[in-house]
């Protein structure tokens, strides 16, 4: 059985308000629905302008009335319908919104969560590097100092980066990493380190009135 275009829209009309309707479907649909509309006001007026002509009587009266009850019924079918898919595109719109909004929440938020993993996982590891370039802080002042007084006697001590790889230098050389890391230095007790048999289980840089100021 060949399915009639208005029994067709109707069926369209109701898969738009299934949990699974798309904004856009819908928007189309309610383009249609609007066009329909229009052709049915103006069936429903003809209809209604035969109907009343006195000229009618009798079966063709009766008929001319159903035609003009049924197009005016269809007519106004066809508006309640334009109005409720209008809604129905604005409320898809709203959802689907809603949608991207909480995917990109939940990307947004696992992101952040392995970000926050990895700094706990690297936090000791900082720690160890920053106390460690605080005795370097420390040593070099202490190699300038005997450079200056006693290279001659008892040969020049080259400071501690000097034979460093090329990455580890250039990074160091540059101030602001150096800075930060002294910075994390004072906020941070030295961790634990491991060692071998007969090693001291922390290293400290302890401080004193005659330890070297920090700069």
Not at 67 to 96: G, W
Not at 155 to 168: E, K, N, T
């Amino acid at each position: 059985m060949t399915i009639k275009p208005a029994e067709e829209l109707d069926g369209r009309i109701a898969a738009v308000f299934s949990d699974d309707a798309k904004s856009g479907d819908a928007a189309r649909l309610l383009t249609e629905v609007k066009e329909a509309t229009s052709a049915a006001e103006l069936a429903a007026e003809t209809a209604r302008k035969h109907a009343l002509d006195p000229l009618l009587s009798g079966d063709d009266l009766k008929l001319a009335r159903r035609e003009m009850d049924d197009a005016a019924f269809k007519q106004d079918r066809l508006q309640e319908a334009s109005a409720k898919l209008a809604e129905r595109v604005e409320a898809l719109k709203a959802l689907e919104a809603d949608r991207r909004m909480r995917a990109e929440h939940e990307r947004v938020l696992a992101e952040r969560d392995q970000l926050a993993e990895a700094m706990e996982r690297i936090a000791n590891p900082i720690v160890q590097i920053a106390h460690t370039v605080r005795r370097i802080e420390i040593c070099d002042r202490e190699i300038g100092r005997l450079n200056a007084t006693s290279a001659a006697k008892f040969g020049h001590i080259p400071l501690v980066l000097s034979g460093a790889a090329p990455s580890i230098a250039a990074m160091f050389q540059e101030g602001v990493v150096w800075d930060a890391f002294i910075a994390v230095a004072r906020l941070q007790s030295p961790p634990v380190v491991s060692g071998g048999a007969g090693a001291k289980d922390k290293l400290r840089v302890k401080r004193s009135a005659s330890s070297p100021a920090a700069v």
